[in-house]
C-alpha cells in the first residue's frame, strides 16, 4: 500500500527484542497513521453502538419522565408515568408473573441441566455422549416462535400428543391453554424446554474442568456416587453455577416470544410478563413514556439481581 | 453400607463392576428418554407436516409418515408468501451476519493489538452494553428509526444490530490469541497497519469469524421481538412473523399446512446446526468460562 512505511528504519534489525517489540520505529508518516488508525477501526462499532444503545439507554430514561403518543408533543410528567405504572394493576400482575416465571423456570432449567449434565458426563460411550449433548443443544438453534406454534398444538386440550400421553397414565384432559394455571404450565415447560440446554452446555465446560484426580481422592475417603457429587462436584461447580444462574435470570426476566405466540398474554392477564406489558403500552397504546418508566423499572430489577448474585456469590462461590 | 461379612464374602472388584454397570444402563435410559422429551416434539412435527391435513389430530400420534403427503407444502405455497419470506429473513440476517464480521474482527483486532488511550475504558464500556436489554432501547430505537424515514423497511432491522459487543468481545479474544510477532514480521516485510490485518491476522481469525457469523445468523434468522415492533406490512415480514400471521389466519383449521410452514423455516437451521454445531456450542459458552 504505502511505500512510505516500507522502510522502517535503514539499521537493520534491533539486538533486543523488547525494542523491537515497538514495531522498530515507524516514520513520521507511520506514526501518524498509527495515531488514528485504531479509530478508523473501532469507528462502526463505537458510532453504532453510540447511536443504537447507549444514546437510546439516555433517551430511555428521560422519556420515562414524559408523556408522549409520537402525534402530538411531548409533555414533563415528572415521576406521573412511575407513579401510575406502579399503581397500575396489569403492570403489577405481570411484574409478578415475571417474577414466578424466572423462579420456577430457572430452577427447572438448571435442576435439568446440571442433572443431565452429570449424567453425560460420567464414563458414557463416545457416541451416545455426542448424541445427548446435540440433541439437548438442538432446541436452541429453533426459533421461539415456531416452537411455540407447535408447541400450541401438542398442549392442545382435545387433540393434543400431551394430554393424549397423560390419558395413557389414567390423568383426564388438562385444559392446558384456557385457565390461569394451564397456561403459566404451558409457558413455563416450553421455555424449560427450549433453554435448558444452554445451562447444560455450560455445566459440561464447568465438569469438564473437575480434575479427575479430585474423585480419586474423594473415592479414596470413601465418597460414593451421591455424596461425590454433592461434596466434590457441586463445590467446584460453583462458579460455573454462578455464571449459569445469572444468563438464565436475565434471560427469563426478558421472556416475550413464547408468552406472546402461546397464549397472547392470557387468559385474563395470567401469563403477561414484563416484557409484553412495555411492547403493549409502547406499540398497541401509543404511551410511549409509561412504556419507558416500565422499561426503567425492568432494568433496575435486573441490575439489582445480578448485584446480589455477585455479592452472595463471594459467599457460596468456592474457587480452586 | 455393607457389612463386613458381606465384604468378605463375596470379591469387591465383582460388586463394584456389576453396580456401575447398572447405573451407567440407568443413566442411558433416563437421558434416552430425556432426549424423546427433547426431540419428539420436533419429529412430530416434522411427521404430522408430511401427512395429509386430514390426518393433522391423529391420535395416537405418529412419528413416522408412512406414505409421505406434500399437500401441506403446496398450501404453504399458497397461503403464505413463503418465497418472500425467506428472501427477507436471508437477506436480513446475512447482511446482519456480514455486518458483524466485519465490523467486530475491526474492532476486536484495536482492542487486542493496536494502542490507544481509553483502551480499557472503552472496552469495558462496550462488555457493559451486552446488559442493556433490548426492551430498554427499543422505544428509543423505533423512534429514531421512524425519525430517519426508515420505519417499517428490511434496514430498520438491519442497520441496529450490527454493531455488536458480544461479537468485539469474541473476536478481541481471538485476536489475543495470535502472536503480536506477526505484526512485526510484517512490519519488518514493509506492510502498512492496514495491510497487516488485512492480509495477515484477519485470514487467520477466519474461524472466529466464523463463530461470529454462525451465532449472528442462529439469533436473527429466529428473532420475533424486533421484526413484530419494526415491520407492518406483510411484504416486509420475516420468517417467524410469516408463520405467527399463518397461524393466526388458519386457527385451528389445518395445522398440517402450518407445521409446513414451520418446517420450512427450520431447514436453514437445522444446516447451519450441521455444520456449525461445534462452533456455534463455542460461541455460545464463550466467555462463561474462566
Known amino acids: ?320 | 453400607m455393607t457389612t463386613i461379612q458381606e465384604r468378605v464374602t463375596t470379591t469387591a472388584p465383582v460388586v463394584t463392576r456389576k453396580k456401575r454397570d447398572w447405573s451407567v444402563a440407568g443413566r442411558i435410559i433416563i437421558l434416552l428418554i430425556a432426549s424423546v422429551f427433547v426431540l419428539g416434539p420436533v419429529l412430530w412435527t416434522l411427521s404430522t407436516s408430511l401427512r395429509p391435513p386430514s390426518e393433522s389430530f391423529k391420535l395416537p400420534p405418529a412419528f413416522l409418515p408412512l406414505n409421505p403427503d406434500l399437500t401441506s407444502y403446496t398450501q404453504v405455497f399458497k397461503q403464505l408468501n413463503i418465497v418472500l419470506l425467506v428472501v427477507n429473513s436471508a437477506l436480513v440476517t446475512g447482511l446482519i451476519a456480514v455486518g458483524q464480521m466485519v465490523t467486530a474482527a475491526l474492532a476486536g483486532y484495536a482492542f487486542a493489538h493496536l494502542r490507544f488511550r481509553g483502551r480499557g475504558a472503552l472496552f469495558s464500556i462496550v462488555l457493559a452494553t451486552m446488559m442493556v436489554p433490548a426492551q430498554v432501547t427499543i422505544v428509543p430505537v423505533f423512534m429514531l428509526i421512524r425519525g430517519v424515514g426508515l420505519s417499517d423497511t428490511l434496514l430498520a432491522l438491519i442497520i441496529p444490530a450490527i454493531p455488536t459487543a458480544f461479537g468485539t468481545f469474541l473476536m478481541r479474544q481471538y485476536f489475543m490469541g495470535l502472536p503480536g510477532e506477526l505484526a512485526e514480521a510484517a512490519a519488518i516485510d514493509g506492510a502498512s497497519p492496514w495491510r497487516t490485518f488485512r492480509s495477515v491476522y484477519a485470514p487467520l481469525a477466519m474461524p472466529g469469524l466464523a463463530i461470529v457469523g454462525i451465532l449472528a445468523f442462529n439469533f436473527h434468522w429466529n428473532e420475533f421481538f424486533r421484526p413484530l415492533i419494526m415491520t407492518i406490512s406483510e411484504q416486509n415480514f420475516t420468517l417467524p412473523l410469516g408463520l405467527v400471521s399463518l397461524q393466526g389466519n388458519l386457527g385451528t383449521g389445518s395445522i398440517s399446512v402450518v407445521l409446513a410452514g414451520v418446517v420450512l423455516s427450520m431447514i436453514p437451521a437445522l444446516v447451519v446446526f450441521m455444520f456449525g454445531q461445534r462452533a456455534l456450542q463455542d460461541g455460545l459458552t464463550a466467555g462463561t468460562g474462566k
Open chain 1, 1 to 320: 500500500m504505502s511505500t512510505a512505511t516500507s522502510t522502517p528504519t535503514g539499521t537493520g534489525r534491533e539486538p533486543g527484542r523488547k525494542v523491537a517489540h515497538k514495531h522498530s520505529q515507524p516514520s513520521k508518516r507511520g506514526r501518524v497513521q498509527q495515531r488514528w488508525l485504531p479509530w478508523a477501526f473501532l469507528a462502526p462499532t463505537i458510532v453504532g453502538m453510540g447511536i443504537f444503545t447507549l444514546l437510546p439507554i439516555v433517551a430511555s430514561i428521560a422519556l420515562a419522565f414524559f408523556r408522549w403518543d409520537i402525534i402530538s408533543a411531548p409533555t414533563f410528567v415528572g415521576f406521573d408515568n412511575f407513579a401510575e405504572v406502579v399503581q397500575d394493576p396489569t403492570v403489577r400482575v405481570s411484574f409478578l408473573n415475571t417474577i414466578v416465571f424466572v423462579v420456577v423456570a430457572v430452577s427447572l432449567q438448571l435442576g435439568l441441566a446440571l442433572g443431565l449434565a452429570i449424567m453425560v458426563q460420567e464414563k458414557l460411550p463416545a457416541w451416545l455422549r455426542v448424541f445427548f449433548r446435540s440433541a439437548f443443544f438442538f432446541p436452541l438453534i429453533l426459533s421461539a416462535a415456531s416452537v411455540s406454534i407447535f408447541m400450541r398444538y401438542l398442549f392442545n386440550e382435545q387433540f393434543g400428543v400431551v394430554n393424549w400421553m397423560l390419558s395413557l397414565i389414567g390423568i383426564p384432559a388438562v385444559p392446558w391453554l384456557t385457565t390461569p394455571g394451564g397456561s403459566a404450565a404451558v409457558v413455563i415447560l416450553v421455555y424449560v424446554w427450549q433453554n435448558f440446554g444452554f445451562s447444560f452446555l455450560l455445566f459440561i465446560g464447568g465438569l469438564a474442568s473437575i480434575p479427575v484426580e479430585t474423585y480419586e481422592a474423594a473415592s479414596i475417603d470413601g465418597a460414593t456416587g451421591w455424596r461425590k457429587h454433592v461434596y466434590v462436584t457441586l463445590p467446584l461447580l460453583s462458579p460455573t453455577t454462578l455464571v449459569a444462574s445469572v444468563m438464565a435470570i436475565i434471560n427469563a426476566l426478558q421472556v416475550f416470544d413464547q408468552p406472546y405466540v402461546l397464549t397472547r398474554g392470557g387468559p385474563g392477564d395470567s401469563t403477561r410478563t414484563a416484557v409484553m406489558v412495555i411492547f403493549e403500552s409502547a406499540f398497541q397504546r401509543l404511551e410511549f413514556g409509561q412504556a419507558s418508566a416500565i422499561g426503567v423499572i425492568l432494568t433496575l430489577i435486573i441490575m439489582a439481581i445480578t448485584a446480589a448474585q455477585f455479592r452472595l456469590s463471594k459467599r457460596f462461590v468456592f474457587y480452586q
